[in-house]
């Protein structure tokens, strides 16, 4: 349960899946060059917003068990796969990330793919693996992450996103784009913790707002800190959508209604966690964090 500061669970909680995830993929029967390639993407540097954020719903109603961490790790493993793949020539072709070189420029774009594929069925094995929660529950876990992540999630999201690449889209289709791929998966972050926390379902309802406010932030703040190039991360700057084609918030809205429309949404967040009796403490904490991040 929810015992410390949103600052506090972060630094403990985000070391626990640092620490974790080479030591899931680590014990696999498989040639080292492939198990080197999956490591090197996963190894820390990302922020680890989606697995923080599985675990904080489940920390706001009961205490984390070891179990827990598959889920937080498996969601993680589905998100490295897909930045590798976004990074590769036929896609974004990017040579950096989190400042340090992609995948595919270490390890060739062969590794780069097949590391790509091994984390993303590496994570629902995970899910299978998990102690101490009922079958239903995981397969539940795994059909969520599964459309979350698939053509109707994650996959759909991007492809709508290149065919929308060079052309000017409405702001409905900009909406679709980013829910499916980048919301998915946050939506399935905080939807998993529900699960696995035993929430209630009105408050599943309204952690679902709550999630769909979220991922559009996410994406949002993410285009905005695209334009003012906040971060002084050479790879953010080299994965950067800026000055790709790509469809964005502030250049479709401009830059003041890109955040006219941020704070519509943490605002809209925010209401949805009003009429929730769990504590909302560390959800609050993700909004602030989200709006505030500078990469
Ligand atoms: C290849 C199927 C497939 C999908 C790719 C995630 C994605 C879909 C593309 C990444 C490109 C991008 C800039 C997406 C927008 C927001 C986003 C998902 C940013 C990266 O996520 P963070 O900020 O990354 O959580 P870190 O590095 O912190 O893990």
Known sequence: MTRQS??????????????????????????????????????????????????????????????????????????????????????????YRRGKPTNHKVFGEAVAILAGDGLLTRSFELIS?????????????????????????????????????????????????????TGALMSFAVMAGAHLGNVTEDEKAQLRTFSQHLGLLFQIKDDILDVEGDSEEMGKAAGSDEGKNKSTYPRLLEMDGAKRKLHHHADMAIASLNSIRMDTTLLHGFVDYIMNRTN
């Open 129 to 181: 693996l998990m102690e101490d929660v009922s079958s239903e529950t995981k397969i539940q876990l795994i059909r969520e992450l599964s459309q979350a992540s698939g053509a109707e999630g994650m996959v759909g999201g991007q492809v709508a996103d290149l065919q929308a690449e060079g052309k000017s889209v409405s702001l409905e289709e900009l909406e679709y784009i980013h829910q499916h791929k």
């Open 6 to 95: 949103f600052e506090q669970f972060i630094d403990e909680y985000r070391k626990k899946v640092d620490e974790r995830l080479p030591l899931f993929i680590d014990n696999l029967n498989c040639p080292d060059a492939l198990k080197e390639a999956m490591i090197y993407s996963l190894h820390a540097g990302g922020k680890r917003v989606r697995p923080l954020l599985l675990l904080s719903v489940i920390d706001s109603n009961r205490d984390i068990k070891e179990s827990d961490f598959k889920a937080a790790c498996a969601l993680e493993m589905i998100h490295t796969y897909s930045l590798i793949h976004d990074d590769l020539p036929a896609m974004d072709n990017d040579d």
